[in-house]
């Protein structure tokens, strides 16, 4: 029988630190996004055999977006993917995943100009307004605990009241769950703290159930 692969998205997607554990489970990058061209090249080298094996001269399977999020229209960018069903393009709920971690050097506590005024700070936002453009089954969202302590906790709260608008939408908007995850416990010989939110659409989780904050399996 052949393995379900899983289609997902990425939004300020570097070379792919957070997505290449999906990768390793079997999850296929549909589209990649980031304002850096030399970071979308590299996570298409990465990700992509038939990208990779040509140097970068041939288009592969996964589309690569060279663009600020604040230019990326999710209507356009699902009529430039397949849909999984073989037949037309990609529609509104059957992207399995959208990933991304928005700009943190705003919140960073190690930031020397950690500053509520940062624009970076509001990309976030952006990452919402395709959420709702897509309605991926799930999304994973990551930044630095600073998110949560800037200003009061301000721009966490504002994040939660952009996601929790999304329940006046067909699919009742998300589940969410969120901790300050450390990559230590996870076996990376790292001590890299993350804030890490995952949101699993509604109608997903009565389904077949929340997609919980994983475990730690190192103490």
């Not at 296929?28 to 990208?51: E, Q, R, S, T």
């Not at 589309?63 to 999020?69: A, C, E, K, P």
């Not at 709702?132 to 709260?157: I, Y």
């Not at 589940?175 to 890490?196: D, S, T």
């Amino acid at each position: 029988s052949t393995v379900r692969t899983y289609a997902m998205g990425e939004l300020f997607c570097g070379v792919g630190g957070l997505s290449r554990g999906f990768h390793t489970q079997g999850f296929a990058a549909c589209f990649a996004n980031d304002i850096w061209d030399l970071a979308v090249h590299n996570f298409l080298m990465n990700f992509d055999k038939k990208y990779s094996k040509t140097g970068g001269k041939q288009a592969g399977e996964i589309l690569g977006l060279t663009r600020s999020v604040e230019d990326l229209d999710p209507t356009e960018v699902m009529h430039q993917l397949r849909s999984p069903r073989g037949s037309g393009s990609l529609v509104h709920g059957e992207l399995d995943v959208l990933l991304g971690g928005p700009p943190c050097q705003g919140f960073s506590v190690n930031s020397h100009i950690r500053n509520g005024d940062d624009p970076r700070n509001s990309l976030f936002k952006h990452y919402v307004r395709i959420l709702k453009g897509l309605a991926p089954k799930v999304f994973v969202l990551e930044n630095v605990p600073g998110m949560f302590s800037l200003e009061g906790g301000r721009f966490f709260d504002e994040l939660l009241a952009e996601i929790g608008a999304l329940n006046s939408l067909e699919y009742g908007g998300y589940e969410i769950r969120f901790k300050i995850l450390n990559a230590a416990h996870y076996g990376v010989p790292q001590e890299r703290f993350r804030l890490v939110l995952i949101g699993t659409r509604r109608d997903i989780a009565d389904e077949v159930g929340t997609v919980e904050v994983p475990e730690p399996v190192h103490y």
